[in-house]
């Protein structure tokens, strides 16, 4: 396999878990970057089914390394990656997603002309996705159901990468040390320590990724509801970042409970905000996609978000600042989902 390409502006780090298939098909679109500086690192976290084979299909055409290492969740196998990068910048993406051929020519442009320290883009849908994963990925990118908060904003004040599409000077990374040993919110709270290390963070519009979430609604009700216990643990690291926009999932939560009590005992038509809202989501998800089908999925998957990281947020509010099990945490068997 390839060495490291100690020239290389960046050095793109993949945590892998049991996804060999998803890797040879990240690896299919790196390799049609228009510019090729930078180095790929892959980092095997402790998987079953290993992806070395097919990262050595890739090996005479990307300057790719290979790595494994004791599963220890993606934040220490980014963490290990980062060690052996030779890049000047740190570019982590999800092995589930798919890049544009001018993601890196795109990156290097906006360096050119703006520096800053850290960098993100949002995600989005790709055609070839199915129904499933379209509407996830509303769920997770509309403004009706996330705020906008994830990438789809260009105010830099209100914009925190994540790291399914996070890059990051490596000088900064080493001195803020790299991610905490959380299970669940880690790339927030990297992006909470470089902004209060005084670094500054830019969202790179034109720099977005395809995210295709292999999700069943069971599993991603799963990870929005570790999403919520994370934002517990976020605001006691990191006082005064709870806002009002992570607030509101607990209030759909509470209102529904509320309005179907009243519905259940009192007044039928109480639910009618709840079907309102449904109809809304059916109507953008609709247009959003140019599928019926996947506008009630969208539905689905929407007040699944909402339930999940409401009833996370509510439940872990109880356990950790009521109760004071200030490690609780659920859903842990996989550090992935």
């Known amino acids: 396999m390839n060495q490291p390409d100690t020239s290389a502006l960046f050095s793109i780090i993949i945590p892998v878990y049991n996804r060999p298939q998803e890797v040879r098909e990240l690896l299919e679109t790196l390799l049609k970057q228009t510019s090729k500086d930078f180095e790929v690192i892959i980092v095997e976290d402790g998987s079953s089914e290993k992806c070395e084979t097919i990262v050595r299909e890739y090996s005479d055409r990307l ?8 599963n220890g969740g993606p934040a220490a196998a980014r963490n290990y990656g980062a060690d052996k990068a030779v890049g000047e910048w740190l570019i982590f993406f999800d092995s589930d997603c798919l890049i544009p051929e001018h993601y890196i020519q795109n990156a290097t442009n906006e360096l050119h002309n703006q520096e800053c320290q850290l960098f ?4 989005r849908s790709h055609p070839s996705f199915t129904p499933l994963q379209k509407a996830i990925d509303y769920s997770m990118t509309s403004i009706l159901t ?11 004040d ?6 399914f599409n996070m890059g990051i000077k490596k000088e900064v990374f080493r001195q803020i040390g790299g991610f905490s040993n959380m299970r669940f919110g880690e790339d927030v709270d990297f992006s909470y320590k470089v902004k209060e290390g005084g670094y500054d963070s830019r969202l790179f519009h034109e720099n977005w990724v395809y995210h295709k979430r292999r999700n069943t609604f069971r599993t991603f009700f799963k990870q929005v509801f570790n999403s919520g216990i994370a934002r517990i643990h976020l605001t006691r690291r990191h006082p005064g970042t709870l806002k009002l926009v992570h607030l509101l ?4 939560v509470l209102g529904s409970l509320f309005l179907i009590a009243v519905a259940a005992t009192i007044c039928p038509w109480a639910i009618t905000p709840i079907l309102l809202l449904a109809l809304i989501l059916l109507a953008d998800a609709t247009c959003r996609t140019g599928s019926l089908r996947t506008g009630l999925l969208s539905v689905a998957a929407s007040f699944t978000q909402l339930t999940g ?29």
Not at 146 to 156: L, V
Not at 158 to 163: A, L, Q, S, V
Not at 324 to 337: C, L, V
């Open 158 to 163: 209100k914009f925190y990468p994540r790291t």
């Open 146 to 156: 996330t705020g906008g908060i994830r990438g789809n904003k260009k105010s830099a």
């Open 63 to 70: 300057p790719v390394t290979y790595y494994e290492k004791e």
């Open 309 to 337: 990281y409401g009833s996370g947020l509510i439940i872990g509010w109880w356990n950790i600042c009521i109760r004071g099990r200030h490690d609780w945490a659920a859903f842990t068997k996989n550090f992935y989902r």
């Open 249 to 252: 999932p607990s209030a759909f």
């Open 120 to 123: 993100g883009g949002a995600d």
